[in-house]
């Protein structure tokens, strides 16, 4: 028969088995979703046996789970692959911005509609069904393959770093794969180079013991929120450029070759300002938007609260002001560091009168960087030509996904994204989607990938 034809004449299953898979609303910043997430790891479990993986089984974290399985059977001397990806969601409000509801997949214009079809349980169900096809092709693998999903990235994974330390023997392989990722387009592959780090942090300003009345204390003592505002407009300078002391010390220069790369992507301004709805481009001078949003780090408030928030006027000089920071790092900076630097910077730069506590918030991840002439990334390359007819992009995406840097550390491998989701597919937003076209197309290439490995 052939595993293509198996693929073709099973994909009304595969597409019945993922909307079963979207069903489940594992949510993991939840927790009310925490048996979600555990049903959800058990759904995998129980996927990879029936796709003739071994060994499948669901292991505990501190919070949300993990679930293992291996098929170690190729010939001596074979590789081992690693595939990872994530079987946790995104919070799906607000519902009422759904044209279906987020729990109920659909299928529309070739699309399945739901939470997480894209990110990432149609990605991380396609290795599994590439494997099912060559299992019921042949009765074996060209190579030997361990599956390792998790229920806690969308949360920035914070416990599969002792987890991977842990369990590095039956995570140890040649190579690293990771069907959590992104292709450049519908018809346009990608190979991703590298990934930016996280540091999260909240800045809370104080000063009086509660809100006061502005006209009769307002000149006579400081004003959290505006100590705040200054804290946060110091930041940065006007044309974009962050302005705390050593924010860009570590920071690895883009080479000549780097920057060339770079410019043979395709990048429309118009559409990007038309996706964002934004009225102009803005960032670090001297780069271009692509090199900004890939190689370059950032500094961004991304939320803000103080004093009176209701319709209407209170005049009251607010007690406390606190502000949200997440910073996306480049090769070369350490989210220690960061936090460190922002951490004197707002000590140094607040008006007498007022206190500021800097805190670390939950999210961290280092900088990933994969090096030039790195094998894995040359078979995929090789094999995304293949499957799509054009040689692959390089690219840098500006996201993090905090075990990377955790698998570099313990086993020593730079991973590969190897995902077929896009970045239209409103990832992370109402009526997220994934293309069935893409979902095939991946099955097609993981086949493919295994076999060349293996070759």
């Known amino acids: 028969m052939g595993w293509q034809d198996y693929l073709d004449r099973q994909q009304d299953r595969f597409i019945g088995e993922l909307f079963d898979f979207v069903r489940i609303p594992s949510v993991s910043a939840k927790p009310e979703n925490i048996p979600d997430v555990q049903r959800a790891a058990e759904w995998v ?7 003739g993986i071994e060994n499948a089984e669901v292991l505990p974290t ?25 079987f946790d969601v995104q919070p799906a409000e607000p519902f009422e911005l759904w044209t279906s509801p987020p729990f109920e997949p659909e ?13 990432d349980k149609g990605g991380m169900l396609i290795p599994i069904l590439a494997v099912e096809a060559l299992l019921a092709d042949t009765g074996t693998l060209p190579v030997n393959v361990r599956f390792f999903f998790e229920g806690q990235e969308e949360i920035g994974s ?71 505002a200054q804290a946060l407009a110091g930041l940065k300078s006007p044309d974009g450029r962050v302005t705390v002391a050593g924010f860009y010390d570590d920071v690895a220069p883009l080479t000549q070759e ?39 780090p950032t500094l961004d408030v991304n939320g803000l609260a103080s004093g009176w928030q209701g319709d209407g006027s209170k005049t009251v000089l607010p007690a406390e002001a606190s502000a949200k920071i997440t910073c996306r790092l480049v090769a070369g900076q350490t989210p220690e560091k ?20 800097v805190t670390r918030l939950p999210g961290r991840a280092d ?19 293949e499957v799509y007819g054009v040689a692959p992009y390089r690219t840098r995406l500006g996201g993090s996904i905090s075990v990377m840097t955790t698998l570099l550390e313990v086993l020593g491998l730079h991973a590969v994204m190897f995902g077929f989701s896009h970045g239209d597919e409103n990832l992370h937003a109402p009526d ?12 097609t290439a993981y086949v493919k990938l295994l076999q060349a490995i293996g070759a």
């Open 45 to 51: 479990a129980g996927r990879l046996t029936a796709a």
């Open 62 to 86: 501190a919070a949300h789970p993990v679930v293992c399985g291996d098929w170690l059977h190729a010939p001596e001397g074979a590789p081992t692959v690693l595939i990872y990806g994530h």
């Open 107 to 119: 299928i529309r214009d070739g699309r399945i509609y739901g939470r997480g079809a894209s990110d």
């Open 158 to 228: 914070p416990d599969l770093p002792p987890f991977v330390e842990a369990n590095s023997d039956r995570l140890t392989a040649d190579m690293i794969f990771s069907a959590d990722g992104l292709q450049y387009g519908a018809d346009m592959p990608q190979i991703v180079t590298a990934l930016k780090g996280l540091v999260s942090l909240e800045i809370v300003v104080s000063g009086p013991r509660a809100d006061q009345h502005s006209g009769l204390y307002g000149g006579g003592i400081a004003n959290p929120a505006m100590g705040l």
């Open 258 to 296: 780097d920057r060339a790369a770079m410019a043979r992507v395709p990048y429309e301004e118009a559409a990007y300002l038309a996706e964002t709805g934004a009225p102009g481009v803005a960032g670090e001078p001297g780069y271009t938007t692509w090199e900004r949003l890939g190689a370059r």
């Open 338 to 357: 960061v936090f460190d630097l922002i951490e004197a910077h707002v000590a140094a730069c607040m008006p007498e009168g007022l206190r500021a506590r």
């Open 367 to 385: 900088p990933f960087l994969v090096p030039g002439g790195h094998n894995a990334s040359a078979v995929a390359a090789n094999v995304l030509q």
């Open 432 to 443: 997220e989607f994934f293309r069935l076209a893409a979902f095939r197309r991946g099955q």
